[in-house]
Each structure stands twice: as C-alpha cells, then as structure tokens.
C-alpha cells in the first residue's frame, strides 16, 4: 500500500525492510564513525559501538512480522541486547520507547501512531542520559522527531522534510560542543543517528520493487595522523563500561542515583526487567558488584579509555602489540608500552566477569572458596572488535596468545584473522601461559620498538617462545587436576602419594609433572635450582615471578634469585584469574627466558 496520508496503515513489511537498510547503511560507514569520535572521550568505537546494535537488529528483523507492534517488538528487544557504547545506549531507549508508548494505542499499525510515538520517545531518550548534552545524538533525534510533527498531511513530505531538518542539526553540533568544533568534525554518534535514518527514509519511501541493497565490507585503509584529536583530553575515567542486566526490579531512576556515584557519562536503558548501563569508571568491578546485587548480570564490557586515549594521541609504534589477559604483565607495562589485550570470561555462578578487570585474583580466590567457577576464551565478536579499532590506527597487527594446547583463544583469533582485510594480521601461538608467555610479550614489544621488520618479528617469535620456561609450584594439585592442565593418571597417583612434582610446559604447551619432591619446600629448591641451573648452561636473559595471593613467598624466591643470578626479576606480579583457577590459592612460578645462544 502506498503510504501517503497520515491516517492511513504502514505496511509492516516496508517498515521492517526500511529498519533492516537504515542498520546496513550504518554498518557500511562505521570505519568514518569511529575517526570522527571525540566525545565523550575519543576513543575511536563509537561506529564499532554503533554497527554491533545495527547488526543485532538485523538479525532480529530476518523473519517476517505481522504488525508495526511486532516490528518494532523485535526492534526494541535487540536494541536493548546489542546496544554498545553512550550514543548505541541512547539509540536503544529511543527505540524502546517508541515500543513502550505503541504499546498504550488501541490502533498501533497506522501512521499517525508512528508519528505520535517518535514524539513521545524523545522524553524516554532524554531519561536515560545522567546529564544531557546539547550537539550530540540527542539533539538530532529531538529535531527528527519534532519535524516528523509539524502537522503535514503527507508522509512522504515528513519524512522528507524530517531528514532535510536532522541534517541541519547534524551539521550544527560543532557550534554546539566546542570540542567538536576544535577538532573540526561533527559529532559521531549525531552522525551515526543521521545514517540510520537516511537509509530508513529512502527504503521507507521507495514506491515500488524495494530491495535490500546489502553493505559490503570495505577495504580498510590506513588513516593515520598523530594530529588527529589533538584537542581532546585525557579520560579521568579509565573504563568504558557497560552491564546488560535481567530480572531488573528497580527503575531506571533508581538505577541513575545508585550508579551516578561510579563515575560519569552515565546512561540506563530500561524495558521489561532488562536494563542496559553504560558508565565510564574507574572502578568497573565494584560497578559490577553493585549491579549483581539489583539484577541479573547477562553480558558485560569494559574498554580501556586511557590506551585508546593514548593510541589517538601518539602511538608508539606502527604495529600493535595484542596478546590476552593469560599474559601475566604488570598493568602500567601493559599501558605504558600501548599492548593490547584480549580479556578472557569468568562464570561465577550465574555471572560472568572480566578478567583483570571486573575481577582480579585476589577476588577471584576469596569467591572460588564457597563456589565453582568456569572460564571461557574471548568471544569472536570481542576479537573483531578490537580488529576494527586496531586496524585504523596501525600498519599490521601481531596477537600472541596462550597455548594453543591449553585455550581456544588461538583459534578464535585467527579466524577473527581471516575476516579482516587491508591490514595485515599474524597470530602466534605462544606454546606458553601466565608469566612465560608475559615475557614473549615482552621481547616482541622490544623488538617493534626497535623498529624491526613485521616479518622479522613475527619469525623471532615463532624461535623465541621455545626459548621460554615457566616453573610452578602449587599446594595443591586438584584444581590442574580437575581443569584438565596437567596429565590426569600422573597427577591423581602424584596427589596420591603426597608428593609434590614442578608443573611446568613441553615444548607444545601442554601441561607436565616433572622432579617429584616430599615436601613443598623441597619442591621450591628443586624449583630454584632448575633456574640456576638452566643460567649455567644458557644463560638467562631475565625472568619474573608469579603468584595466586602469596607475594611474600614470591618476593622471597626473587631476593634468592637475585642472589644467585647477580640481577633481579623483571616484574613480581599477581597471576591472571584463569591462572589462579587452575593453579589454585598458594601458587608462586617463576618463568624465565633464555638468551639465543649457547654458552658452551
């Protein structure tokens, strides 16, 4: 039917097909997005943010509906999952609440309920931001939805004419924020808002013969400039977070006073027991813990705001360093040499944590006393993600990643690997965790700063990681045991007996017991004697210590070691939680590197 009056019915077929290629011309500018991001903070994901709640209503909207309630039903439900990021947060109630307000209309198919609805949402949009602010996404919903209501009979003429106005706000944002307008761009998520409706104009509109004109991946080019967002400031807030949450009681007000407190750039979505929050804070894991106490947490993110920050403003070298969160580095080395790292999942109970973010160890250990837990490699969509920001900002990409033999990290990262194109992308199997893979980290990032070859570098790898070592001493066996890390005859008749055997890793990464003692003690001086006496026949460039809440033993075994080696440890650090799961509380490792040549 065609639509031209507002008392007329709107085909929910046209609807959705115009909500579906509104989503696609998002995706399809989502690299310019995301170079155009300075506010709240620049950093550079809000087309990322923006493409994954375009994508998750794609996929809703694949089936066909029955009625505008139902397309907007679907609309609003994968909004509320798929939101990513302030602006996507902000997308996400505006669409509820177009939902919410048609649910209270006796006549929800025709047109002037559409309209009325888009009206009506604006208050929800506004509701769920702590602190608007003018020039920014809602600024131009609020102009596309008023100009949608200038009393017009023709609808092709509102939706027009709606666009032509959202485009004038658009391009007024600089004269609105004075850091768009120093940076000489308009604001990203206005623009993303802008796309999205251009698209769904033009589909919506369309007489006859409508096809969905798919978005094809585009050749990502290098669009480097140390310049770039050169007025922009450092975040005082470190973490972008963001917690979608079910079986929520309280209102999205309540939520607002108990969360304001957190940090800042706050923004709450709520529809049917589900909310959405979005807060940059430098405390993501009591945000978390807050939140577990009101709802269900279901899904969770938190993105370092400080190195994407940094990575803007001057990164160090033109390829990036990634490995995951197994690496076990101290955190200021980890951002002051600009590494990248892939978070690994925690599932406690019901709720999944973030490791080394909205969990550390020490909590970790506290929790897994009274409970079981599970843990789980970064999701593939994690991966692409952090390719989409990478891949802007730097010539080639290296990952390093656990073993293998031990996570599937290493399989879902090079078929991440595969999908992209224009940047070149290796993915080195470290055959190593925790600490020792730590200090392969270590040397690739030395190497990229002395400004080898990405070729060079990626060979070196591939040698350098048969060059590391890492010995553990655990009190007990069972948690390797029963994690699967160690061979499970041995380590059952090693439990057994009482004996206490170095665990350590073959040459592939796979878990093995080696030089049985009697005591835990005598299993330390096997420990350190192993190292001293691998220094004796290679020579040990450096090495660190590692342990699951027992820095005092560890301090110890480095005062011994630098004793015995005349140089100290290059970092003394807490393990990764998916370490201090398997390892168990009490652990100490030490792992160390060798130099390339023999001494004898």
Known sequence: MEMTQVNQSIDPKRLRLAFQQGALQLIQHKQRLNQINVFPVSDGDTGSNLASLMQAILEETTGESQTVLEVFEKVADASLIGARGNSGIIFAQYFNGIYNHLLKLEE????????????????EAYQAIERPVEGTIITVIRSWAEALSNGEPNL??????????????????PNQLKVLKKNHVVDAGAQGFYLFIEGFTHAFLAKSGLQLVEAKQQKITLDYNEENHAQVTEPLQRYCTEILLDQVQLTKHDLQEHLKGFGDSLVVAVNRGKARIHIHTNKPAEVLAYLSTVGQPIQQKADDMLLQYQVNKQRRAPIALVTDSIADLPAEYLLNNQIHVLPMNILIDETSYIDKITIQSDQFLAMAQRTAATSSQPTLKTVDNLFSFLETRYEAILVITVASKLSGTFHTVKEAAKRRSGTRIEVIDSHQNSAAQGLLVMAANEWIQAGRSFDEIAAAALTKRDQMNILVSVNDLNPMIQSGRIPQAVGRLAKMVNLKPIVSLNSLGDGKLSNFAFSQAGNEKKILAEVIKANEEKIIKRYALIHADELAKAQRWGQELQNKLGFGPSFITDVS????????VGSVAVAYELEEEDVN
């Not at 092709?156 to 391009?171: G, P, Y």
């Not at 939680?577 to 168990?584: D, H, I, Q, Y």
Request: net charge neutral; glycine share 2%.
């Open 156 to 173: 092709e003429n509102l939706l027009s004419n709606a666009l032509s106005t959202a485009k004038i706000a658009l391009e007024n944002t």
């Open 577 to 584: 939680t998916v370490v201090a799961m398997s390892a168990g």
């Open 108 to 123: 929800t198919n025709s047109v002037k309920s559409f309209l009325e609805s888009v009206k009506v949402a604006i208050t």
